[in-house]
């Protein structure tokens, strides 16, 4: 069956770095695209950032564009989410989800909570 | 860049039916396929609508979806309503390299 675990989250002061990882199983990742997806405490989902099977191409939210970077590798099946210059509102469970070809998320983690606080 | 919105909260009792509506702010909601999400406290979304109206193997016959131009909407409907579909409800779509949630749906079976 297909499983995503998260994993990295943590507690990072603001201006600082954190990278969330992605372990994926059940299914060929080389063959799917892949999305992070962020819940803030109490909010709503918030798409975060896309890649495409190949890794070839990327896509952010206008929120994070210039400071996140979305990567994969394939030989580990492994997602990726490098975050720097983290702010307060950057704090969220970060799920990872795997993209179908409609534009749907069809599966997700189980999320890792990220607090950015002094 | 459209948004999607819908009503923040929605209640009914067991048995009866509740309709959550999604409405696009600009584009026909016909150009883009419409999915929808279930998330039960503490949990991690759930896909049971995708494609406007098509149900993953597993969800229950109760809950559909479908659009409609004239209003530029999207709805989910759930029908002999149980205490157990008490969650969030969030619909989703896509166009031009930007993924799309509505603000969610508080459903509360009551």
Not at chain 1, 17 to 44: D, E, I, N, T
Request: aromatic letters at 12%.
């Amino acid at each position: 069956q297909v499983q995503l675990v998260e994993s990295g989250g943590g507690v990072v002061q603001p201006g600082r770095s954190l990278r969330l990882s992605c372990s994926a199983s059940g299914f060929s990742f080389r063959s799917y695209a892949m999305h992070w997806v962020r819940q803030a405490p109490g909010k709503g989902l918030e798409w975060v950032a896309v890649i495409s099977y190949d890794g070839s191409k990327k896509y952010y939210a206008d929120a994070v564009q210039g400071r996140f970077t979305i990567s994969r590798d394939s030989s580990r099946n492994t997602l990726y989410l490098h975050m720097s210059g983290l702010r307060a509102e950057d704090t969220a469970v970060y799920y990872c989800a795997r993209s179908e070809t409609t534009d749907y998320f069809g599966y997700w983690g189980q999320g890792a909570l990220v607090t950015v606080s002094a | 860049n459209f948004m999607l919105t819908q009503p923040h909260s929605v209640s009914e009792s067991p048995g009866k039916t509740v309709i959550i509506s999604c409405t696009r702010s600009s584009g026909s909601i016909a150009s883009k396929y419409v999915h929808w999400y279930q998330q039960r406290p503490g949990t991690s979304p759930i896909t049971i609508i995708y494609e406007d109206s098509q149900r993953p193997s597993g969800v229950p016959v109760r809950f559909s979806g479908s659009i409609d131009t004239s209003s530029n909407s999207a709805s989910l409907t759930i029908s002999g309503l149980k205490t157990e579909d008490e969650a969030d409800y969030y619909c989703q779509s896509y166009d031009n390299g930007r993924w799309v949630f509505g603000g969610g749906t508080k459903l509360t079976v009551l």
